[in-house]
Every structure is written in C-alpha cells, then in structure tokens.
C-alpha cells in the first residue's frame, strides 16, 4: 500500500519503493479497467503502432478478490 498514513513511511520513502509503486499502478489499472467494462466504455491502447480501440464486452479483467 502507498498510503504514508498507514505505512508510518514518508512519502519520499514510498516513492523510493519500485515495488510497491508498480504494484499501487498496477491495482489502478486493473480497476480502471472493470470500470470501463462495467459501464460500458471501451478503451483506447497502442497495439503495432497504431491506436486500437477495444469494446467493453472484449475487455479481459480478472474479477476483484475478496
């Protein structure tokens, strides 16, 4: 968790934790996504160069645990 409250770190200390960041971005991601699928937004990503436009229904996300 990045939250300096909870950790007792300062915030220059969380930052300096490579893996705790990608992980906090990657769990950012992951919800972005099910919320695109959920509402029914599609997504935009760059796939051989080029932007491609993916619909919500082809939207893979694992469902949230817990």
């Given at each position: 968790m990045l939250d300096s409250r909870r950790?007792?770190?300062?915030?220059e200390q969380v930052l300096e934790d490579d893996d705790a960041v990608t992980a906090a971005l990657g769990?950012?991601?992951e919800n972005a996504l099910r919320r695109h699928k959920r509402?029914?937004?599609p997504i935009c990503c760059w796939k051989d160069g080029k932007v491609?436009?993916?619909?919500?229904?082809?939207?893979?996300?694992d469902e949230p645990r817990g």
């Open positions: 950790t007792g770190r300062t915030i769990r950012g991601v509402l029914g937004n491609v436009t993916i619909p919500p229904e082809e939207i893979e996300v």
